[in-house]
């Protein structure tokens, strides 16, 4: 009874698309339109964004209202200026956006990002 207080819970895993390109943006938004995405724009040279990032995956349920993809922003910054401009939303890092239909329909950053609040925004759309 006792090592089950103590004994670590599984790690839901988080089923991410890989968002490294323009043509792959193209998609997402395209996928948008079915169901709504969630980019998720991580430096891997941020500790606060490896800490959001950690967090939201320990929250992660497969369950979610949304599809997810991750944005390596060091290594495709192109692609981070073109979030920024096609959806005209300020960057920032770590940072989750919902594109809904084609559009930015919700974001946080930071330690903002919460797994519950991001699936009950994308689960009203």
Known sequence: MLSSLFSKSEKQHTPW?????IEDLDALNTASKDKPVLIFKHSTRCSISAMSLSRFERSYSEEASFQPYMLDLIAHRDVSNEVANKYAVIHESPQ????????AVFDSSHMGIDFSELNEQASNL
Do not use: P, R, V
């Open 17 to 21: 698309k890989s968002l490294a390109s």
């Open 96 to 103: 989750a956006i919902i594109i809904h239909n084609g559009k």
